[in-house]
């Protein structure tokens, strides 16, 4: 049974950061392509950040763009998203998730990914 479990989420001030780790188990991830995605309250789940397969291209929403880095450590079977500058608007249930076949830009989409963890909630106080 493949599984994704997402840890490191807690609360934090606004401009401070945190790192997220995925730990995959089950099955190894190591020719998938990894992704992060969130949810906040009221709002439906949004891309993040996703790398492909050996970690040499990695793509980002917007608004995190200059300020979120993602990276894998395939030798753990880890996923690592590290959040620097964190603002409000950051709070939300983080999730990571492992795509199938998916690469580029179709990393942004949700539905690429057929392996999901069960989240992990950052909420930055201004």
């Known amino acids: 049974q493949a599984q994704l479990v997402e840890s490191g989420g807690g609360l934090v001030q606004a401009g401070g950061s945190l790192r997220l780790s995925c730990a995959a188990s089950?099955?190894?991830?190591?020719?998938?392509?990894m992704g992060w995605f969130r949810q906040a309250p009221g709002k439906s789940r949004e891309f993040v950040a996703a790398?492909?397969?050996?970690?040499?291209?990695?793509y980002y929403a917007d608004s995190v763009k200059g300020r979120f880095t993602t990276s894998r450590d395939d030798a753990k079977n880890t996923l690592y998203l590290q959040m620097n500058s964190l603002q409000s608007e950051d709070t939300a249930v983080y999730y990571c998730?492992?795509?199938?076949?998916?690469?580029?830009?179709?990393?942004?989409?949700?539905?690429?990914?057929?392996?999901w963890g069960q989240g992990t909630q950052v909420t930055v106080s201004s």
């Open positions: 790398l492909n397969w050996n970690g040499g291209s990695t």
């Open positions: 089950g099955r190894t991830f190591r020719s998938y392509a």
């Open positions: 998730a492992a795509a199938g076949s998916a690469y580029g830009p179709a990393l942004a989409d949700r539905n690429e990914y057929p392996y």
